[in-house]
């Protein structure tokens, strides 16, 4: 995907534009808020990497004059270490998504393709989302893999839908904890890791095997 | 020299005061009283004198007749005169004695059986030409007098020392609330409170100078701590710019290597280098908890419901670790407070119990009410930690011996202990006997 990032040291933007270049996305950088204000009226970007700190203007700034200008190319604001409460108030800025430094290239790829993905994806409450064998439908709390109607707990079908929902997409470890149990802490332990394996096993207890691929050091993910 | 103590000084000092004025009360009866009498004495050796003039000679029938005038006059009507000769024979007066009284100044009493007379003082004299005259005068108006004087002695000196009594009382009473202020402010300190302060009521006495000198000293030790625990906090801020351009180089080196033992060591850089960050996010972290900001954010929220989800959510890993997770009843508590930080808190705890205990151990989660404090628990059954090392658990990169072997950083019990602070509780370790007992007690909301 085509992408801005925004970010005032030369050296950091250096390498984060590599990185996401490795990642096979054409990155564009910009040093100020300003800056990266004319690139996004000038060209065409999937998605923008905006720091929180720059110089003249910040980021927070940046987003909401875009947001203010009916803009709503998706932003994913980049926080400074253990500032939990700018994180708070990036999202409420307009931000899409966050990330705290020092990026991890591969969560930052991982929430960037989530983010431009599920962008497109409206369905009602009513609907049922499928991804190749899967089908959950969120208003029922029911899933069916393979035909087979499966038996979850709640917490265990949040979790299958988010990856259903996000089907495609690697979903780390964070980003699930965030989404299914609505916690932004960074685990320390493989709760998440025990979650999926157990739902894995009851999916393979009910159907024969499960839909759930591993992502090794990264998350998990559902095919479409 | 031994220091008195203010309770010995003030005794002394209330011993003096009644002394002195004891002395001062009878000094003064004393001589009030010898100087009536003086009086009296005075005035009867005047009557007599007018009698007799002494050293001049007085013929039996001038003395007669002086003290049958002397009689009637108004001014010495109540001087009492007896005249008698060599033999004894009364040759004028208006009194009787039965007893002689000796030459000179003497003292009657009633038992002098002079009627109308019950106190007195006699003067007795020898005239010449074998006379002998005694004057005498009543002093029992005096006496009543000296009554009315003792009353009056008591009754001022017994006030004074009744305010001196009150005065000691109240200055002593001064005194300990202002010392039981600064040990409360000083027990307050004990107990973590470093905000607190003695209070100062403007009046500029030397108590409260002493209470402003004493603030200002704990200003300065709040300065001083504040300056070494953010060296920490400055230390993770200053090099994560450095460290995080320390990561990505060897990232970058990481992706171009194509030697398997290059490779491989760059891993382990990165390991390590992701260790340090990790380590940095935990001291940024609690320097943003100890800072108190996230009390903006606060909100009213049910402990319980926290607690189940956090049990929820690690149930599958402490199963899968080996262990069992319990939850007790979980009554009802609302709290004002910050949901993701309290979450982290209890998952921190839970953590803890998972790694610090072996397979098999149980590990429980309680939460208790009375009055306007939640006790929330996290226990296990596992091996504990002995009371003498509570402290050491407690305290930042604060690593146990026996915990060497495990990974971490030291930094997770004093996050917690933050967390709870922030919500204006703490956070206190017990033995669960067998096993240990993380308790956080915070205050319920009002609403």
Known sequence: MDLLLVEDDRFLANYLSQELRACGHEVMVAHDGHAGLRAVLEHKFDAVVLDRMLPQIDGLSVVRTLREDGITI??????????????????????????????????????LNALVRGRGWTVSETDTITAKDVTVSPARLRAW????????????????????????????????????????????????????????????????DDPIVTVRGLGYMIRA | MQRLS???????????????????????????????????????????????????PVTRSAAIGRIQDASRRRDSGDIGFLLVDEAGRVLAGNVTLTRSLPLGLSTLSVDDRIPGLTHGRAL???????????????????????????????GGFGSIILIV?????????????????????VEAIID????SRVPVDGSGSELDQQALAFNRMLDRIQALMASISNVSHDIAHDLRTPLARLRANLALMHREADEPRLQEGLEAALAESDQILELFTAILRIAEVEGGDRRAGFAD?????????????????????????????????????????????????????????????????????????????????????????RADAMRRFGRLESARNFPGNGLGLPLVEGIARLHRGEMTLENAAPGLRVVITLPVSAG
Request: charged fraction near 25%.
């Open chain 1, 145 to 208: 893999y393979r035909g087979v109607a499966l038996d979850l707990p709640k917490l265990e079908f949040n979790l299958l839908a988010e990856l259903v929902r996000n089907a495609d997409s690697v979903l780390t470890r964070k980003m699930l904890c965030e989404k299914v149990w609505q916690y932004e802490f960074e685990p320390k332990s493989k709760f998440v890791d025990a979650y999926v394996s157990r739902l894995r096993r009851r999916i393979s207890d009910q159907a024969g």
């Open chain 2, 6 to 56: 203010l309770r010995t000084l003030a005794g002394l000092f209330f011993l003096a005061v009644l002394v002195a004025s004891m002395v001062t009360a009878a000094g003064t009866l004393i001589v009030t009283r010898r100087a009536v009498a003086g009086f009296v004495d005075q005035r009867i050796t005047s009557e007599s004198d007018e009698i007799a003039e002494p050293g001049v």
């Open chain 2, 124 to 154: 007795v004299r020898d005239i010449g030409s074998g006379m002998r005259l005694t004057t005498l005068a009543e002093t029992e108006p005096i006496q009543n007098y000296r009554s009315a004087r003792v009353r009056i002695i008591v």
């Open chain 2, 192 to 195: 973590g409170d470093m905000k």
């Open chain 2, 165 to 185: 009594i009150a005065g000691i009382l109240m200055l002593g009473r001064l005194i300990s609330r202002r010392v039981g202020e600064m040990r409360h402010t």
């Open chain 2, 301 to 389: 929220f049910d402990l319980a419901l926290l607690l189940a989800d956090a049990a929820a959510m690690m149930e599958p890993l402490v199963e899968e670790e080996g262990r069992m997770m319990q939850v007790q009843q979980l009554p009802e508590a609302h709290i004002h407070g910050d949901r993701q930080l309290m979450m982290q808190a209890i998952v921190n705890l839970i953590e803890n119990a998972i790694r610090y205990t072996p397979p098999g151990t149980r590990i429980s989660v309680g939460l208790s009410v009375s009055g306007a404090l939640a006790r929330l628990t996290v226990e296990d059954d596992g091996p504990g930690i002995p009371a003498d090392l």
């Open chain 1, 74 to 111: 998706p932003v994913i604001m980049v926080t400074a270490l253990g500032q939990l409460g700018d994180r708070v108030d990036g999202l409420d800025g307009g931000a899409d998504d966050y990330i705290v430094k020092p990026v991890d290239v591969d969560e930052l790829n991982a929430r």
